[in-house]
């Protein structure tokens, strides 16, 4: 009986020593598989060159085009402009143009009938951007355009006298870099003038095209 007991008392210790054995060697591997180094991985960062955007809003330049005065014809238009972006789609325009009409003779009686031959344009207007968007050319090049609205009133000097101007029109802004636009304009200019004492209201198409610096 004590031997029986013997034996059994004996497996069980060796059971114990053998579990315990096998809690050690896990413990020591759990602290070899923890001491082991972590690998970081390797990621090579590039630098991205960015565009300096210009975030003035004002904006300068110039142009040249072609007016269409009624009953007197077609001459070259100059002007120059000053814009002020007040948001992102409203800005605020002026402009200063002038031309010099080719020589007009009444048919009737051949002769020039007005005593100076200068026009000078000058308004306050403002714009409105309705479709900005993006033009692409070729695969490589792309800028950032929009379509506007325009209106505004002045005075244009004609024949000697200062007639109230109302202007109404569209253009088309072309960014080409962070400091510089390409414009496309159409504006009709509206006012009451008197020819040979007849007063009528006279309808002054211009074209125009130019370039803009913003600052």
């Known amino acids: 009986m004590e031997s029986r007991i013997s034996r059994i008392f004996l497996k069980v210790t060796v059971s114990l020593m053998l579990a315990g054995s096998g809690v050690s060697i896990a413990a020591e591997k759990t602290e070899q598989l923890g001491a ?6 390797f990621v090579v960062r590039a630098d991205l060159d960015e565009s300096d955007i210009n975030t003035e ?4 330049g110039a142009y040249i085009g072609q007016i269409s005065m009624e009953e007197v014809g077609t001459s070259v238009l100059f002007g120059v402009s000053a814009t002020f972006h007040a948001t992102e789609d409203l800005f605020i325009e002026a402009n200063y143009a002038v031309t ?6 009444n048919p009737l009686t051949r002769q020039n009938p ?3 031959d200068s026009v000078t344009m000058y308004n306050l207007s403002l714009g409105l951007n309705v479709l900005p968007g993006e033009v692409f050319l070729g695969k ?3 800028f950032n355009s ?5 209106g505004g009133a002045g005075i244009t000097e004609f024949d000697g006298d200062d007639e109230f101007t109302v202007n109404v029109g569209v253009g088309y802004r072309m960014i080409l870099t962070d400091w510089m636009a390409f414009h496309f304009d159409f504006r009709d200019h509206i006012f009451t003038r008197a020819i040979l004492g007849t007063e009528s209201k006279s309808q002054n198409f211009d074209f ?3 370039v803009t610096f913003f600052f």
Do not use: C, K, R
């Open 100 to 105: 010099t009409m080719d020589q007009v003779d």
């Open 36 to 41: 082991a180094p972590i690998i970081e991985p």
């Open 140 to 142: 490589e090049w792309a």
């Open 57 to 60: 809003n004002f904006e300068i």
């Open 208 to 210: 125009h095209t130019g």
């Open 146 to 150: 929009a379509l506007y609205v325009i």
């Open 114 to 116: 007005f005593s100076d």
